[in-house]
């Protein structure tokens, strides 16, 4: 079995020679001449976590350093090969580092969306990443643990339920009680956003920098937007339950409104929506047992 990345290494000559933190124009020309980028994502639509990572390229507009290619097949996932060199569990998304001559001589294959979405920051956006531009370094780490909270949040008592919203295995009780807890999540959120002072308007940042541009994202942003895009389509639509409350969550459903009319945002939520019809059209749901409560509705 063949991989794409393993043709990359034969090209590690054309690579720029260059620090993590190189200059961002001159990676670009670089990948323009030689026709190979420094980096490939491998992201699916459908998945909130890939297109988190999608996110993140969009926003600080990466496309031409870093390619995005659909997930290889189940099978080819599930091969050693896979396991040993993309990811040790057969999952994506993975994003392939092409070794750069004179400073990276390896190919490195980066797994798990936080460590992708952190190194792209780090790698070309630095400059841009809100957070990268305090100089007061208590506003500093304190934003940054802000931010790493709130995807902490997510990650670790929010994603953890999502399986059971679209995968086989769960009857009906587990799944609303994953809702439940996933509710129980966006209620702490919502708490947090309503004492931030720092917020001045819902229609800002996650993590809001003061001084910086007005539709600047943080990392929470990144891994929070995606998710509440299956919780605007799934729960209302297949369980007939609004988790995007504005009632209840003034603050999070306009922060999710003000997301969406996002450059960035606006092109993950088409990507996203048009996968979630895909799974409804093809009858993932029904497969369940499930009947449609409503129709698949924006907010």
């Known amino acids: 079995m063949m991989f794409g990345f393993v043709a990359c290494g034969s090209s590690a000559g054309k690579q720029p020679a260059c620090h993590c933190r190189c200059d961002l124009n001159r990676l670009r020309m670089n990948a323009a001449e030689s026709g ?18 999608r996110l993140a390229v969009y926003h600080h507009k990466l496309e031409d350093v870093v390619d995005i290619v659909p997930p290889m097949k189940p099978d080819e996932r599930a091969s050693k090969q896979y396991r040993e060199i993309m990811h040790p569990f057969g999952k994506f998304p993975v994003l392939q580092v092409h070794p750069v001559q004179g400073v990276q001589p390896e190919l490195h294959s980066i797994f798990e969306t936080e460590p992708i979405v952190q190194y792209l920051i780090a790698r070309f956006a630095s400059l841009e990443d809100p957070l990268a531009r305090i100089s007061n370094s208590a506003d500093s780490a304190l934003l940054n643990a ?3 909270m709130y995807v902490r949040l997510h990650d670790t008592y929010t994603a953890v339920h999502q399986a059971a919203l679209y995968r086989a295995g769960y009857s009906l009780e587990e799944r609303h009680n994953a809702l439940d807890a996933i509710d129980e999540s966006l209620g702490a959120l ?31 942003d990144f891994a929070w937007f995606p998710t509440a895009i299956y919780l ?12 995007l409350d504005s009632e209840r969550r003034p603050h999070f459903t306009a922060w999710f409104r003000w997301m969406k009319s996002h450059a960035a945002g606006k092109r993950v939520h088409a990507e996203m929506w048009g996968a979630l019809q895909n799974w409804d059209d093809s009858g993932r749901w029904t497969a369940f047992n499930l009947e449609p409560q409503a129709p698949a509705l924006e907010l």
Request: hydrophobic residues 35%; charged residues 25%.
């Open 36 to 53: 190979s980028k420094p980096c490939v994502l491998h992201s699916a639509n459908v998945s909130n976590f890939s297109s988190r990572a």
């Open 232 to 243: 605007e389509f799934i729960p209302p639509r297949w369980f007939g339950r609004c988790i």
């Open 190 to 220: 919502e708490r947090f956003l309503s004492k931030d002072s720092a917020r001045s308007s819902p229609e800002l940042s996650l993590v809001p920098v003061r001084g910086c541009e007005s539709d600047a994202l943080s990392r929470a």
């Open 146 to 148: 802000k931010c790493e």
